[in-house]
């Protein structure tokens, strides 16, 4: 069969759409991760940065904390997120969780596992990553 020229275009223009879709998110997990690893003491400036950063993926800390880790995992999946941008969003909670008041390792875990699963693909680095997370959370 052929393929229509605008068939075409709109399969190249879809993939714009996702490439540009996947360099934001790219871009806000890094500015996430950066609050992170500074060390604070989260006053509430820092928490209203956050806040911001986390509109960029339609949530707040308020939604990431009612989130279930099956619900969070299903959130992240309609933003299209790629097997590398879950695992950084899971280093994020961990690291968030380490710094703050809020405890976001069972979700970082059930993240790592999901990937671990889903992706067929075994990780020793995602396997540390999840004991580290289970030590930390104990």
Do not use: C
């Not at 059930?110 to 680095?125: H, L, M």
Request: aromatic content about 12%; glycine content about 2%.
């Amino acid at each position: 069969m052929k393929k229509t020229l605008q068939e075409i275009k709109g399969k190249m223009l879809n993939k714009g759409l996702r490439d540009q879709e996947s360099i934001r998110i790219d871009n806000l997990l890094k500015k996430l991760m950066t609050l992170v690893y500074v060390p604070k003491f989260w006053n509430l400036e820092d928490l209203l940065f956050l806040e911001n950063d986390l509109k960029g993926l339609a949530m707040n800390v308020e939604s990431l904390t009612e989130f279930t880790e099956e619900e969070l995992i299903v959130h992240l999946q309609r933003l299209n997120f790629d097997w590398n941008q879950l695992e950084l969003f899971a280093d994020f909670l961990v690291a968030f969780s380490n710094e703050s008041q809020f405890d976001f390792s069972p979700k970082a875990i059930a993240i790592y596992n999901y990937v671990q699963a889903e992706s067929k693909t075994f990780s020793f680095g995602i396997f540390n990553k999840i004991a580290v997370a289970r030590a930390t959370n104990e």
